[in-house]
Protein backbone atom coordinates (compact mmCIF):
# COMPACT_ATOMS: atom_id res chain seq x y z
CA UNK A 1 0.00 0.00 0.00
CA UNK A 2 1.08 3.19 -1.00
CA UNK A 3 2.29 6.21 1.57
CA UNK A 4 1.70 9.70 0.80
CA UNK A 5 2.76 12.30 3.43
CA UNK A 6 1.26 15.91 2.54
CA UNK A 7 3.33 18.40 4.99
CA UNK A 8 1.44 21.49 4.90
CA UNK A 9 4.10 24.50 5.06
CA UNK A 10 2.05 27.52 3.50
CA UNK A 11 1.01 29.88 6.35
CA UNK A 12 3.29 33.11 6.98
CA UNK A 13 3.61 32.84 10.17
CA UNK A 14 3.43 36.45 11.09
CA UNK A 15 3.56 36.23 14.47
CA UNK A 16 7.30 35.53 13.86
CA UNK A 17 7.92 39.11 12.49
CA UNK A 18 10.05 37.87 10.08
CA UNK A 19 11.18 38.17 6.54
CA UNK A 20 12.34 34.53 6.12
CA UNK A 21 9.35 31.78 5.92
CA UNK A 22 8.57 30.22 9.32
CA UNK A 23 9.35 26.76 8.34
CA UNK A 24 12.87 27.63 7.41
CA UNK A 25 14.00 29.44 10.80
CA UNK A 26 16.13 26.85 12.49
CA UNK A 27 16.08 24.16 15.01
CA UNK A 28 18.80 22.79 16.19
CA UNK A 29 20.68 24.31 13.17
CA UNK A 30 17.86 22.80 10.65
CA UNK A 31 14.84 24.45 9.26
CA UNK A 32 11.89 23.58 10.94
CA UNK A 33 10.34 21.86 7.92
CA UNK A 34 13.48 19.79 7.33
CA UNK A 35 13.28 17.92 10.43
CA UNK A 36 9.64 16.96 9.65
CA UNK A 37 10.94 15.97 5.89
CA UNK A 38 13.93 13.22 7.53
CA UNK A 39 10.54 11.86 9.79
CA UNK A 40 9.05 11.35 6.28
CA UNK A 41 12.06 9.90 4.64
CA UNK A 42 12.29 7.16 7.79
CA UNK A 43 8.80 6.56 6.79
CA UNK A 44 9.85 5.26 3.66
CA UNK A 45 7.10 7.35 2.67
CA UNK A 46 6.23 6.96 -1.22
CA UNK A 47 5.19 10.26 -2.16
CA UNK A 48 6.21 13.42 0.07
CA UNK A 49 4.22 16.28 -1.32
CA UNK A 50 4.93 19.72 0.50
CA UNK A 51 2.54 22.62 0.58
CA UNK A 52 4.20 25.70 -0.30
CA UNK A 53 2.65 29.29 -0.22
CA UNK A 54 4.27 32.27 1.53
CA UNK A 55 7.66 32.70 0.59
CA UNK A 56 7.06 29.32 -1.62
CA UNK A 57 10.06 29.96 -3.88
CA UNK A 58 12.42 30.27 -0.90
CA UNK A 59 10.91 27.19 0.76
CA UNK A 60 11.29 25.37 -2.69
CA UNK A 61 14.47 25.74 -2.99
CA UNK A 62 15.96 25.73 0.79
CA UNK A 63 14.38 21.90 1.36
CA UNK A 64 12.10 20.84 -1.94
CA UNK A 65 14.57 19.34 -3.70
CA UNK A 66 13.43 15.89 -4.35
CA UNK A 67 10.12 16.45 -2.72
CA UNK A 68 6.96 17.05 -4.48
CA UNK A 69 5.97 20.61 -3.87
CA UNK A 70 2.17 21.73 -4.29
CA UNK A 71 1.51 25.53 -4.95
CA UNK A 72 -1.74 26.95 -2.58
CA UNK A 73 -1.41 30.61 -3.79
CA UNK A 74 -4.42 31.68 -1.33
CA UNK A 75 -4.33 29.84 2.50
CA UNK A 76 -7.95 29.30 2.39
CA UNK A 77 -7.36 26.39 5.31
CA UNK A 78 -5.90 23.06 6.30
CA UNK A 79 -8.42 21.58 4.15
CA UNK A 80 -7.81 23.43 1.24
CA UNK A 81 -4.32 23.26 1.88
CA UNK A 82 -4.42 19.28 1.73
CA UNK A 83 -6.73 19.51 -1.20
CA UNK A 84 -3.94 21.26 -3.12
CA UNK A 85 -2.06 18.21 -2.97
CA UNK A 86 -4.93 15.38 -4.32
CA UNK A 87 -4.00 15.12 -7.95
CA UNK A 88 -0.85 13.64 -6.97
CA UNK A 89 -1.29 11.32 -4.58
CA UNK A 90 -1.73 7.54 -5.28
CA UNK A 91 -4.77 5.70 -6.18
CA UNK A 92 -5.05 3.47 -3.35
CA UNK A 93 -3.25 3.90 -0.06
CA UNK A 94 -2.29 6.19 3.19
CA UNK A 95 -2.00 9.86 3.59
CA UNK A 96 -0.16 11.24 6.29
CA UNK A 97 -1.01 14.82 6.90
CA UNK A 98 2.25 16.54 8.35
CA UNK A 99 2.98 20.17 9.78
CA UNK A 100 5.96 22.32 8.28
CA UNK A 101 6.24 24.05 11.81
CA UNK A 102 5.90 20.79 13.91
CA UNK A 103 9.22 19.63 14.48
CA UNK A 104 9.49 17.29 16.37
CA UNK A 105 7.20 14.53 15.60
CA UNK A 106 8.56 10.86 16.25
CA UNK A 107 8.77 8.07 13.76
CA UNK A 108 7.66 5.97 16.40
CA UNK A 109 4.05 7.95 16.95
CA UNK A 110 3.83 7.93 13.34
CA UNK A 111 4.41 4.47 12.84
CA UNK A 112 1.89 3.53 15.42
CA UNK A 113 -0.89 5.72 13.87
CA UNK A 114 -0.04 4.43 10.37
CA UNK A 115 -0.88 1.14 11.77
CA UNK A 116 -3.86 1.79 13.04
CA UNK A 117 -5.57 3.06 9.52
CA UNK A 118 -7.65 0.02 7.22
CA UNK A 119 -9.84 1.38 4.46
CA UNK A 120 -12.61 2.03 7.16
CA UNK A 121 -10.62 3.18 9.89
CA UNK A 122 -8.33 6.61 10.14
CA UNK A 123 -5.94 7.83 12.81
CA UNK A 124 -6.34 10.71 14.47
CA UNK A 125 -3.39 12.38 16.95
CA UNK A 126 -4.39 14.11 19.57
CA UNK A 127 -2.94 15.80 23.02
CA UNK A 128 -4.55 16.40 26.52
CA UNK A 129 -3.71 20.12 27.45
CA UNK A 130 -3.98 21.98 30.62
CA UNK A 131 -4.89 25.07 29.02
CA UNK A 132 -6.72 23.62 24.99
CA UNK A 133 -7.34 27.49 24.31
CA UNK A 134 -7.16 28.18 20.53
CA UNK A 135 -6.91 24.57 19.51
CA UNK A 136 -9.74 22.13 18.12
CA UNK A 137 -11.58 20.24 20.69
CA UNK A 138 -12.01 16.37 20.01
CA UNK A 139 -15.56 15.87 20.51
CA UNK A 140 -16.70 12.35 21.53
CA UNK A 141 -20.15 10.41 22.03
CA UNK A 142 -21.45 8.49 25.12
CA UNK A 143 -19.05 5.64 24.04
CA UNK A 144 -16.30 7.54 23.73
CA UNK A 145 -16.17 7.52 19.86
CA UNK A 146 -14.91 10.38 18.62
CA UNK A 147 -17.18 12.30 16.36
CA UNK A 148 -15.92 15.78 15.77
CA UNK A 149 -13.43 18.15 16.25
CA UNK A 150 -14.98 21.46 17.13
CA UNK A 151 -12.23 24.79 16.51
CA UNK A 152 -12.04 26.58 19.44
CA UNK A 153 -13.09 29.91 17.61
CA UNK A 154 -16.87 27.23 16.43
CA UNK A 155 -16.95 25.69 19.94
CA UNK A 156 -19.72 26.55 22.93
CA UNK A 157 -18.76 27.37 26.50
CA UNK A 158 -18.97 22.93 26.94
CA UNK A 159 -17.02 22.58 24.09
CA UNK A 160 -14.27 24.81 25.57
CA UNK A 161 -13.99 22.91 28.85
CA UNK A 162 -12.73 20.03 26.68
CA UNK A 163 -8.83 19.03 27.13
CA UNK A 164 -8.34 16.74 24.45
CA UNK A 165 -7.04 18.26 21.76
CA UNK A 166 -6.42 17.85 17.81
CA UNK A 167 -2.89 17.73 16.74
CA UNK A 168 -3.65 18.44 13.08
CA UNK A 169 -1.65 15.30 12.53
CA UNK A 170 -3.78 12.58 10.93
CA UNK A 171 -3.59 9.15 8.82
CA UNK A 172 -6.49 8.67 6.15
CA UNK A 173 -7.44 6.12 3.45
CA UNK A 174 -6.01 8.37 0.60
CA UNK A 175 -9.78 7.21 -1.24
CA UNK A 176 -11.95 8.76 1.72
CA UNK A 177 -9.78 11.85 1.55
CA UNK A 178 -10.54 12.11 -2.24
CA UNK A 179 -14.19 11.97 -1.23
CA UNK A 180 -14.49 14.29 1.60
CA UNK A 181 -12.15 16.94 0.61
CA UNK A 182 -14.19 18.34 -1.91
CA UNK A 183 -17.06 18.35 0.38
CA UNK A 184 -15.84 20.66 2.64
CA UNK A 185 -17.37 24.30 3.23
CA UNK A 186 -16.56 27.00 4.84
CA UNK A 187 -18.90 27.90 6.24
CA UNK A 188 -17.91 28.13 9.68
CA UNK A 189 -16.16 31.60 12.22
CA UNK A 190 -13.08 31.61 10.08
CA UNK A 191 -14.17 31.48 6.97
CA UNK A 192 -11.88 28.57 5.97
CA UNK A 193 -12.32 24.70 4.68
CA UNK A 194 -11.10 23.46 7.94
CA UNK A 195 -9.48 19.55 7.43
CA UNK A 196 -10.51 19.18 11.23
CA UNK A 197 -14.74 18.70 9.03
CA UNK A 198 -13.05 15.41 7.91
CA UNK A 199 -14.16 13.92 11.15
CA UNK A 200 -17.31 14.77 10.81
CA UNK A 201 -17.96 12.79 7.70
CA UNK A 202 -15.52 9.82 8.52
CA UNK A 203 -18.26 8.99 11.05
CA UNK A 204 -21.03 9.90 8.65
CA UNK A 205 -19.44 7.34 6.55
CA UNK A 206 -19.35 4.50 8.67
CA UNK A 207 -15.38 5.02 8.90
CA UNK A 208 -14.10 4.99 12.83
CA UNK A 209 -11.78 7.45 13.78
CA UNK A 210 -9.19 5.54 15.98
CA UNK A 211 -7.36 8.26 18.37
CA UNK A 212 -4.14 7.86 19.66
CA UNK A 213 -2.60 10.26 22.37
CA UNK A 214 0.93 11.84 21.63
CA UNK A 215 3.91 10.23 23.78
CA UNK A 216 4.58 13.77 24.48
CA UNK A 217 3.12 17.45 24.30
CA UNK A 218 6.88 18.50 22.60
CA UNK A 219 6.46 15.72 20.17
CA UNK A 220 3.46 17.80 18.56
CA UNK A 221 4.43 21.24 19.69
CA UNK A 222 4.06 24.09 16.78
CA UNK A 223 5.76 27.07 16.31
CA UNK A 224 4.27 30.40 16.20
CA UNK A 225 6.10 32.65 17.40
CA UNK A 226 10.54 33.34 18.27
CA UNK A 227 9.48 32.69 22.34
CA UNK A 228 8.09 28.61 21.08
CA UNK A 229 10.86 28.53 19.24
CA UNK A 230 13.42 28.99 21.87
CA UNK A 231 11.46 26.88 24.32
CA UNK A 232 10.62 23.73 22.06
CA UNK A 233 15.34 24.56 21.25
CA UNK A 234 15.35 24.12 25.04
CA UNK A 235 13.27 20.68 24.90
CA UNK A 236 14.90 19.32 22.17
CA UNK A 237 18.60 20.32 23.42
CA UNK A 238 17.32 18.49 27.19
CA UNK A 239 16.71 15.84 25.41
CA UNK A 240 19.54 15.20 23.65
CA UNK A 241 21.73 15.86 26.23
CA UNK A 242 19.83 13.08 28.41
CA UNK A 243 20.47 10.65 26.00
CA UNK A 244 24.18 11.56 25.82
CA UNK A 245 24.30 11.12 29.53
CA UNK A 246 22.28 8.07 29.34
CA UNK A 247 24.85 6.69 27.35
CA UNK A 248 27.83 7.27 29.27
CA UNK A 249 28.83 10.83 28.62
CA UNK A 250 29.34 13.30 31.56
CA UNK A 251 28.08 16.86 30.77
CA UNK A 252 29.30 19.67 33.41
CA UNK A 253 25.58 21.26 32.96
CA UNK A 254 23.42 19.21 30.82
CA UNK A 255 21.34 23.09 30.20
CA UNK A 256 24.84 23.92 28.61
CA UNK A 257 25.37 21.75 25.86
CA UNK A 258 24.01 22.15 21.95
CA UNK A 259 23.62 19.56 19.47
CA UNK A 260 22.48 20.76 15.88
CA UNK A 261 22.94 17.90 13.95
CA UNK A 262 23.82 14.27 15.39
CA UNK A 263 26.47 13.55 17.99
CA UNK A 264 27.81 9.80 19.22
CA UNK A 265 29.96 9.99 21.84
CA UNK A 266 32.01 6.64 23.27
CA UNK A 267 32.15 5.95 27.06
CA UNK A 268 33.49 8.00 29.74
CA UNK A 269 33.67 11.57 27.94
CA UNK A 270 33.49 14.63 29.42
CA UNK A 271 32.27 17.80 27.72
CA UNK A 272 32.06 20.86 30.10
CA UNK A 273 29.76 23.72 29.43
CA UNK A 274 29.22 26.06 26.23
CA UNK A 275 30.46 23.53 23.83
CA UNK A 276 28.71 23.64 20.33
CA UNK A 277 28.37 20.30 18.10
CA UNK A 278 27.38 20.94 14.79
CA UNK A 279 26.88 18.32 12.17
CA UNK A 280 28.29 14.72 12.33
CA UNK A 281 30.88 14.60 15.01
CA UNK A 282 31.73 11.35 16.62
CA UNK A 283 33.78 11.48 19.69
CA UNK A 284 35.30 8.03 20.65
CA UNK A 285 36.04 7.19 24.40
CA UNK A 286 37.60 9.08 27.09
CA UNK A 287 37.38 12.60 24.98
CA UNK A 288 37.61 15.54 26.78
CA UNK A 289 35.99 18.64 25.60
CA UNK A 290 37.03 22.23 27.75
CA UNK A 291 34.26 24.76 27.66
CA UNK A 292 33.49 27.17 24.52
CA UNK A 293 34.74 24.84 22.02
CA UNK A 294 32.55 24.35 18.39
CA UNK A 295 33.15 21.41 16.88
CA UNK A 296 31.43 20.71 13.39
CA UNK A 297 31.51 17.98 11.31
CA UNK A 298 34.92 16.12 12.46
CA UNK A 299 35.73 13.03 14.63
CA UNK A 300 38.26 13.15 17.65
CA UNK A 301 39.61 9.71 19.13
CA UNK A 302 39.96 7.66 22.11
CA UNK A 303 41.34 9.93 24.64
CA UNK A 304 42.00 13.39 22.88
CA UNK A 305 42.08 16.08 25.15
CA UNK A 306 40.15 19.30 23.06
CA UNK A 307 40.96 22.53 25.69
CA UNK A 308 38.65 25.81 26.23
CA UNK A 309 37.68 28.03 22.87
CA UNK A 310 38.72 25.79 19.97
CA UNK A 311 37.03 25.70 16.84
CA UNK A 312 37.34 22.39 15.11
CA UNK A 313 35.80 21.85 11.62
CA UNK A 314 36.23 18.94 8.91
CA UNK A 315 39.08 17.68 10.95
CA UNK A 316 40.22 14.31 12.15
CA UNK A 317 42.01 14.41 15.55
CA UNK A 318 43.97 11.44 16.55
CA UNK A 319 44.22 8.78 19.66
CA UNK A 320 45.45 10.97 22.64
CA UNK A 321 46.06 14.38 20.96
CA UNK A 322 45.95 17.86 23.10
CA UNK A 323 44.85 20.55 21.37
CA UNK A 324 43.81 24.15 22.24
CA UNK A 325 43.58 26.20 24.30
CA UNK A 326 42.31 28.74 21.42
CA UNK A 327 43.18 26.40 18.65
CA UNK A 328 41.53 26.31 15.30
CA UNK A 329 41.39 22.87 13.05
CA UNK A 330 39.95 24.04 9.88
CA UNK A 331 38.87 21.43 7.01
CA UNK A 332 41.58 18.74 6.14
CA UNK A 333 43.10 19.08 9.42
CA UNK A 334 44.20 15.73 10.48
CA UNK A 335 46.01 14.72 13.23
CA UNK A 336 47.92 11.62 14.07
CA UNK A 337 47.82 10.00 17.36
CA UNK A 338 49.67 11.91 20.32
CA UNK A 339 50.09 15.28 18.18
CA UNK A 340 49.78 18.46 20.10
CA UNK A 341 48.25 21.75 18.58
CA UNK A 342 48.66 24.75 21.31
CA UNK A 343 47.05 27.79 21.55
CA UNK A 344 46.62 30.33 18.60
CA UNK A 345 47.63 27.63 16.05
CA UNK A 346 45.67 27.16 12.81
CA UNK A 347 45.71 24.59 10.37
CA UNK A 348 44.30 23.88 7.38
CA UNK A 349 44.12 20.97 5.04
CA UNK A 350 47.38 19.67 6.82
CA UNK A 351 48.74 16.54 8.21
CA UNK A 352 50.29 16.56 11.69
CA UNK A 353 52.35 13.16 12.25
CA UNK A 354 52.28 11.12 15.54
CA UNK A 355 54.07 13.09 18.25
CA UNK A 356 54.52 16.18 16.44
CA UNK A 357 53.63 19.88 18.10
CA UNK A 358 52.45 22.77 16.84
CA UNK A 359 52.59 24.83 20.26
CA UNK A 360 52.12 28.64 19.58
CA UNK A 361 51.02 30.79 17.54
CA UNK A 362 51.07 29.32 14.10
CA UNK A 363 49.62 28.87 10.35
CA UNK A 364 50.09 25.75 9.17
CA UNK A 365 48.03 25.63 5.92
CA UNK A 366 48.38 23.07 2.91
CA UNK A 367 51.46 20.67 4.79
CA UNK A 368 52.05 17.76 5.22
CA UNK A 369 54.81 17.00 8.38
CA UNK A 370 56.08 13.56 9.07
CA UNK A 371 56.39 12.25 13.15
CA UNK A 372 58.06 13.72 16.05
CA UNK A 373 57.98 17.60 14.50
CA UNK A 374 58.74 20.38 16.64
CA UNK A 375 57.10 23.78 14.80
CA UNK A 376 58.53 26.57 16.97
CA UNK A 377 56.54 29.32 18.12
CA UNK A 378 55.47 32.31 15.11
CA UNK A 379 56.04 29.35 12.17
CA UNK A 380 53.71 30.47 9.28
CA UNK A 381 53.28 28.19 5.74
CA UNK A 382 53.51 30.90 3.21
CA UNK A 383 50.97 28.47 1.31
CA UNK A 384 49.65 31.26 -0.93
CA UNK A 385 50.95 33.79 -3.96
CA UNK A 386 47.82 35.47 -4.44
CA UNK A 387 46.61 33.12 -6.38
CA UNK A 388 47.44 29.48 -5.87
CA UNK A 389 47.77 27.44 -3.25
CA UNK A 390 51.01 25.61 -2.64
CA UNK A 391 52.05 23.14 -0.32
CA UNK A 392 54.99 22.35 2.48
CA UNK A 393 56.34 18.87 3.44
CA UNK A 394 58.18 18.38 6.47
CA UNK A 395 60.04 15.41 7.42
CA UNK A 396 60.51 12.75 10.03
CA UNK A 397 62.03 15.00 13.32
CA UNK A 398 62.31 18.28 11.55
CA UNK A 399 63.26 20.76 14.12
CA UNK A 400 61.89 24.62 13.05
CA UNK A 401 62.82 27.25 14.47
CA UNK A 402 61.21 29.60 15.91
CA UNK A 403 59.40 32.87 13.26
CA UNK A 404 60.07 30.90 10.24
CA UNK A 405 58.84 31.69 7.22
CA UNK A 406 58.11 28.36 4.62
CA UNK A 407 57.47 29.77 1.53
CA UNK A 408 55.72 27.26 -0.01
CA UNK A 409 56.17 24.82 -2.71
CA UNK A 410 59.05 23.62 -0.02
CA UNK A 411 60.01 20.58 1.49
CA UNK A 412 62.15 20.16 4.73
CA UNK A 413 64.02 16.93 5.28
CA UNK A 414 64.29 14.71 7.60
CA UNK A 415 65.80 15.83 11.15
CA UNK A 416 66.51 18.96 9.05
CA UNK A 417 66.53 22.27 10.79
CA UNK A 418 65.57 25.51 10.32
CA UNK A 419 67.01 28.80 12.37
CA UNK A 420 64.76 31.03 14.21
CA UNK A 421 63.53 33.90 12.40
CA UNK A 422 64.42 32.32 8.79
CA UNK A 423 62.57 32.86 5.36
CA UNK A 424 62.81 29.63 3.99
CA UNK A 425 62.20 29.16 -0.10
CA UNK A 426 64.35 26.29 -0.82
CA UNK A 427 64.21 22.76 -0.07
CA UNK A 428 66.40 21.69 2.54
CA UNK A 429 68.24 17.85 2.62
CA UNK A 430 67.73 16.12 5.34
CA UNK A 431 69.90 16.62 8.61
CA UNK A 432 70.88 20.30 7.35
CA UNK A 433 70.34 23.16 9.21
CA UNK A 434 69.09 26.04 6.94
CA UNK A 435 69.96 29.70 7.82
CA UNK A 436 67.60 32.40 6.43
CA UNK A 437 67.86 35.47 7.99
CA UNK A 438 70.02 39.10 7.74
CA UNK A 439 73.34 38.91 9.79
CA UNK A 440 73.35 40.41 13.18
CA UNK A 441 75.32 43.76 12.99
CA UNK A 442 76.79 44.94 16.53
CA UNK A 443 77.55 48.47 16.63
CA UNK A 444 79.73 49.32 20.03
CA UNK A 445 78.86 52.35 21.80
CA UNK A 446 75.91 53.34 19.64
CA UNK A 447 74.94 56.66 20.47
CA UNK A 448 70.93 56.89 20.97
CA UNK A 449 69.39 59.91 19.49
CA UNK A 450 68.45 62.81 21.71
CA UNK A 451 65.45 64.91 21.42
CA UNK A 452 65.52 67.68 19.55
CA UNK A 453 64.53 70.89 21.64
C1 LIG B 1 -5.15 23.73 13.35
C2 LIG B 1 -6.36 22.81 13.51
C3 LIG B 1 -6.70 22.67 14.99
C4 LIG B 1 -5.50 22.14 15.74
C5 LIG B 1 -4.29 23.02 15.48
C6 LIG B 1 -3.07 22.36 16.08
C7 LIG B 1 -7.72 23.17 11.52
C8 LIG B 1 -8.91 23.84 10.95
N1 LIG B 1 -7.48 23.39 12.80
O1 LIG B 1 -5.57 25.01 13.84
O2 LIG B 1 -7.81 21.79 15.15
O3 LIG B 1 -5.82 22.08 17.13
O4 LIG B 1 -4.05 23.21 14.08
O5 LIG B 1 -1.97 23.23 15.99
O6 LIG B 1 -7.05 22.43 10.82
N2 LIG B 1 -1.78 26.04 6.59
C9 LIG B 1 -1.60 26.06 5.22
N3 LIG B 1 -2.55 26.59 4.43
C10 LIG B 1 -3.70 27.13 4.92
C11 LIG B 1 -3.86 27.13 6.32
C12 LIG B 1 -2.90 26.58 7.13
O7 LIG B 1 -0.59 25.57 4.73
O8 LIG B 1 -4.50 27.59 4.12
C13 LIG B 1 -0.75 25.47 7.44
C14 LIG B 1 -0.11 26.52 8.32
O9 LIG B 1 1.05 27.03 7.72
C15 LIG B 1 0.20 25.77 9.57
C16 LIG B 1 -0.83 24.65 9.62
O10 LIG B 1 -1.34 24.54 8.33
O11 LIG B 1 1.47 25.17 9.53
C17 LIG B 1 -1.93 24.88 10.63
O12 LIG B 1 -2.63 26.06 10.28
P1 LIG B 1 -3.17 27.08 11.34
O13 LIG B 1 -3.87 28.15 10.66
O14 LIG B 1 -2.09 27.44 12.28
O15 LIG B 1 -4.24 26.16 12.10
P2 LIG B 1 -4.78 26.39 13.55
O16 LIG B 1 -5.79 27.47 13.52
O17 LIG B 1 -3.69 26.50 14.50
CA1 LIG C 1 -1.36 26.84 14.44
Not at 421 to 434: F, M, P, V
Request: hydrophobic share 40%.
Amino acid sequence: MALDVVILAAGQGSRMRSALPKVLHPLAGRPLVAHVITTAQQLAADGIHLVVGHGGEQVQSAVGEGLQCVWQHQQLGTGHAVAQALPNLAEEGTTLILYGDVPLISVETLSKLLASVTPAQMGLLTVTLDNPTGYGRIVRNADDQVVAIVEHKDATEAEKAITEVNTGIMAVPTARLRKWLPALSSNNAQGEYYLTDVIAMAVADGVNVAAQQAASATEVEGVNTRLQLAALERAYQRAQADALMTAGVTLADPARIDVRGELVAGQDCFIDINVIFEGKVTLESNVTIEANCIIRDAHIKAGSHIKSHSVIEEAIVGEHCDVGPYARLRPGTVLANKAKIGNFVETKKAIIGEGSKVNHLSYIGDAELGRDVNVGAGTITCNYDGVNKSKTTIGDNAFIGSNTSLVAPVSVGNGATTGAGSTITQNIADNTLALARARQVPIANWQRPVKKT
